[in-house]
């Protein structure tokens, strides 16, 4: 039996559902990552078609044409470009939406126009029926030169047809919609004559986009053809208005709306969800029932988590032999994994609730209200969207910068994205709200916790903004950048996509922070477990000694023997120095140390202390979060974590930069040290103050 | 004896991964990015 492999490239629109075809079609056959030297990211999926084909299915990044502004439109066209590209697509599948056929068929004829067999993908055909919508398909089919595929990605319709056209691609015409020389005759004609073997709009690509071209050397076929920006700009104008007339002739006949049977449900929810004083308070609202909801629901899971590393640890210790092996494995590894893993519930809910808002079309109104707000601030609406991604991650936050075309208004956006809240800091907002805000309801249905996690949300985001404001009126922008946002129709979430999503979030949560924390918790156990001097290797004498002469029970004097052979260990020893610095802060070394080995990624601050705690703590306290509560300062005998130093903490985290990684990002995208050792030292300096006058006005 | 070699190995081999991931970070060779503007300032 032969098997055969394709591919086949997924090119559309934003919001024109691609991603659902993309995950229709492989299911969970996904592969994410970057494109080499870019950090475009980059998926591809594998799909089985009929004949024994197996189809590699790249999911191009959504450009609106071939003439890029942005780097990830650089990537769609570099790949179409270069034929020896491994990925360089058998056949293009266009994805468009059936409400928006007419914008959509500007990118396919530009593709069609490259001679790669294409198919043309009507998606959310569902929908035809309630719009008033009906497409002659084979008209449209012979005036396109394209084989089209009717589906809806969200009912599962159509999609074994769609497989079923994949496999005939060989057959599928590669003819040009337009010929490029209607632009400009005289000008393309002469180019074609320069360059004979050549496609002529491949050519004209050349001559206009910024990209990498492997197989075309750029100078012999610009030089000659160079034309001034203006009059490129002129031409490539000419070339819409020639698409977008050959276009409206083909719809005239080929799609009609009956405007009657259309209901307007859509606009009258617009009107309410982006009004602008409504449109705010449901989205506060919406915020409010997610934050109560992530408490809520959690802690059940959570309580699960944590009890069972706790009987995990107490099993290996006491079935494993006995060594120094088995130490590590039951008080360094088994509590630092358990510190990240207890977060899973969280994480998975916040997700959840943003893929829903997203697959919804409710985030893009969020962002067009938002930018509303953020123009008032000297910030472009395009950097809402980094900001807004930036509550998963601040990496790839900063990376969604590169699409804010005026330098300094990207620069900012890369300079305060760091402050909104990620799904890092979550954990450690999570154990410490749980340790020192009270589990009450206000009103009935008013969980403070849950509204404490939504007021440090908020805060990170008002803290960016004002920021910007700041860092605005400081750099002076020049000029401005436009933003346009696509208002998708509004859907009910489809599972599926919510469920990948959801699973690929958690697990790039787990196995991106995992392997680091395991390292550090390893670190950690041996720093915290060894120490230098006649102190650590003499405790058991000097604490026995003490002990006779207090009359103490065998329990007290091994947890005194653990207390001071942690304090004399080279961990001690580390925090004992740095806690001058931090006990103004209501922290002692311990938290210290968390606060320093969670500069690696902020989740590692639950893990260090598990660790550190497990190695010198109490018999009685299992759970991470009863450990944590039970720990007592050992000269004052109050809890260390209070009200005071608790929200202390909180503060300190929801300014610092304790994020190895957003510091590599902002230098690599601002190629210099400047920018983010700037970032380091405002942020650090401002969560320390800011968390130090906390402390020292509640304790 | 044995639990000793293990343990030690692990440490080195979790200093080792932090010391790869933090400081000896591998340096993707970019593409050139052409004359025009594409992000890299």
């Not at chain 1, 030169?145 to 990605?153: D, E, G, P, Q, R």
Request: with cysteine; hydrophobic share 45%.
């Amino acid at each position: 039996m032969i098997h055969q492999n394709i591919n086949v490239a997924l090119i559309g629109n934003p919001n024109v559902g691609k991603t659902s075809v993309f995950n229709q079609l492989t299911g969970l056959n996904q592969q994410v990552g970057n494109y080499p030297g870019i950090t475009v990211e980059k998926k591809i999926g594998f799909c089985k078609l009929p004949h024994n084909i197996k189809a590699n299915i790249l999911d191009l990044p959504g450009t609106y044409s071939l003439n890029a502004s942005s780097i990830d439109e650089n990537v769609v066209i570099e790949l179409l470009l270069n034929k020896n590209d491994k990925l360089y697509p058998d056949v293009a599948l266009v994805v468009t939406d059936v409400e928006n056929l007419k914008r959509n068929l500007l990118l396919f004829t530009q593709i069609k126009d490259l001679e790669i067999p294409t198919i043309l993908v009507i998606n959310m055909a569902d929908r035809m029926e309630s719009k008033g919508i009906s497409l002659d398909i084979p008209y449209l089919e012979e005036q396109l030169k394209t084989k089209i595929a009717l589906i809806s990605s969200r009912k599962s319709q159509g999609i074994e047809e769609l497989k079923n056209l994949i496999v005939t691609y060989k057959s599928i015409s590669a003819e040009p919609c337009l010929n490029a020389s209607i632009i400009d005759k005289e000008y393309f004609n002469n180019l074609q004559k320069a360059f004979p073997d050549q496609l002529l709009y491949k050519l004209w690509l050349v001559i206009t986009q910024d990209v990498n071209f492997l197989n075309l050397e750029r100078k012999e076929i610009q030089g000659p053809f160079t034309k001034s920006h203006t009059e490129l700009k002129r031409l490539q104008q000419q070339e819409t208005i020639k698409r977008y007339q050959f276009i409206n002739d083909v719809l005239k006949v080929g799609l009609a709306v009956d405007s009657s049977v259309a209901k307007d449900f859509r606009s009258k929810l617009d009107r309410v969800l982006t009004h602008k004083f409504w449109g705010y308070i449901i989205f506060f609202v919406i915020l409010f029932v997610i934050f109560q909801s992530i408490f809520d629901w959690s802690s059940v899971p959570m309580d699960f988590i944590d009890s069972t590393f706790a009987t995990l640890s107490t099993m290996a210790a006491e079935h494993l032999p006995e060594g120094i092996l088995t130490d590590l494995i039951s008080q360094g590894i088994i509590p630092g994994i358990g510190g990240i893993l207890i977060f899973i519930p969280q994480i998975a809910f916040l997700f959840l609730f943003i893929s829903i808002l997203e697959e919804s079309g409710y985030m893009s109104r969020v962002v067009f209200i938002m930018d509303k707000i953020m123009r008032r601030f000297g910030l472009s609406g395009k950097s809402v969207v980094p900001l807004i991604s930036g509550t998963a991650c601040a990496i790839p936050a900063i990376m969604a910068t590169r699409n804010i075309e005026n330098w300094k208004e990207r620069l900012i956006t890369i300079l305060v994205t760091p402050f909104t809240t990620c799904s890092a800091r979550l954990p450690v907002y999570a154990i410490i709200i749980a340790l020192v805000i009270p589990n009450h309801r206000v009103l009935g249905f008013l969980n403070l916790q849950g509204l404490t996690l939504m007021l440090l949300y908020l805060l990170g985001f008002g803290m960016a903004i004002f920021s910007a404001y700041v860092l605005n009126k400081v750099m002076k922008i020049s000029g401005k950048t436009f933003f346009v946002v696509e208002m998708p129709n509004y859907k009910l979430p489809l599972f599926k996509n919510v469920a990948i999503n959801v699973i690929e979030k958690t697990k790039a949560f787990i196995s991106g922070a995992g392997k680091i924390i395991l390292a550090i918790s390893i670190i950690l156990w041996f720093l915290a477990s060894y120490g230098p001097g006649e102190k650590f290797k003499n405790a058991e004498t000097i604490i026995s000694t003490q002990a006779n002469n207090h009359s103490l029970s065998k329990t007290e004097i091994n947890n005194r023997i653990a207390a001071f052979k942690l304090e004399n260990s080279y961990i001690g020893i580390m925090g004992k120095t740095i806690e001058p610095v931090i006990s103004p802060l209501g922290y002692d070394w311990k938290i210290g140390i968390a606060i320093i080995s969670s500069f690696a990624a902020r989740e590692v601050f639950v893990g260090t202390l598990a660790t550190i705690y497990s190695v010198g703590g109490t018999d009685n306290e299992t759970t991470i979060k009863n450990k944590m509560e039970s720990e007592i300062h050992p000269i004052t005998g109050a809890k260390i974590f209070n009200f005071a130093s608790g929200i202390s903490l909180l503060l300190f985290y929801a300014f610092a930069l304790q994020c190895a990684s957003t510091l590599a990002i902002t230098k690599k995208e601002t190629n210099s040290w400047k920018w983010p050792l700037g970032q380091l030292i405002f942020m650090s300096s401002f969560a320390y103050i800011t968390a130090l006058i906390a402390f020292q006005i509640l304790k | 004896m044995f639990q000793e070699i293990i343990a030690f190995l692990a440490l080195g081999i979790a200093v080792i991964y932090l010391f790869k991931k933090f400081i000896l970070k591998k340096k993707k060779k970019d593409k050139d990015c052409g004359g025009g503007d594409c992000g890299c300032h």
